[in-house]
T-cell receptor, first 111, second 114 residues
């Protein structure tokens, strides 16, 4: 079946540090890949997505590239801010199927 | 725009009591979902609906029932609450596109069963 694996953290960084959150997946076919973010006390919201191999999704300084050869979709940001503190979820959706979420990675950014 | 609205936001129940969570969306989405979020387990799908009058089981359906009588509403019911159902519940909706359609989430409903 489909599955998503991501580092669970927590990840603690200083402001302006470089961020990488690893995400790998197992799926048949060509799923769409997503990163969702959950700020404290809120629901999840879409951060970025990629729908085919080699696509790069980007938003708010975050980027992730769909790598089919390594079945990965790692999230990166060059310089994190305190306001980026949140839980980040990697997810996939295969055609005609429901979303599959990873366990989430909690990020804390210290000033 | 309201998007996806869940009520209530917080509820405390005693074991054996029943309750209903209401989800309403104003985006005319076909698909609606109920998830539960527990520490270290991410999001798990309880039930979902692909259109008005339809429902289907997700990953963890036991102990829950759902109804989708109107396209904009998706109700999640607990007939006899158990402490294991203490969780944060999220409703979500999405477009008909079953490949790339993103999920839109409500703010969550925190349920505690004593």
């Amino acid at each position: 079946g489909n599955s998503v694996t991501q580092m669970e953290g927590p990840v603690t960084l200083s402001e302006e540090a470089f961020l990488t959150i690893n995400c790998t997946y197992t799926a048949t076919g060509y799923p769409s890949l997503f990163w969702y973010v959950q700020y404290p006390g809120e629901g999840l919201q879409l951060l970025l997505k990629a729908t085919k191999a080699d696509d790069k999704g980007s938003n708010k300084g975050f980027e992730a590239t769909y790598r089919k050869e390594t079945t990965s979709f790692h999230l990166e940001k060059g310089s994190v801010q305190v306001s980026d503190s949140a839980v980040y979820f990697c997810a996939l959706r295969n055609y005609g199927q429901n979303f599959v979420f990873g366990p989430g990675t909690r990020l804390s950014v210290l000033p | 725009n309201a998007g996806v609205t869940q009520t209530p936001k917080f509820r405390v129940l005693k074991t054996g009591q029943s309750m209903t969570l209401l989800c309403a969306q104003d985006m005319n989405h076909e698909y609606m979902y109920w998830y539960r979020q527990d520490p270290g387990m991410g999001l798990r799908l309880i039930h979902y609906s692909v259109g008005e009058g339809t429902t289907a089981k997700g990953e963890v359906p036991d102990g829950y029932n759902v109804s989708r009588l109107k396209k904009q509403n998706f109700l999640l019911g607990l007939e006899s609450a158990a402490p294991s159902q203490t969780s944060v519940y999220f409703c979500a909706s999405s477009y008909l596109d079953r490949d790339t359609g993103e999920l839109f989430f409500g703010e969550g409903s925190r349920l505690t069963v004593l």
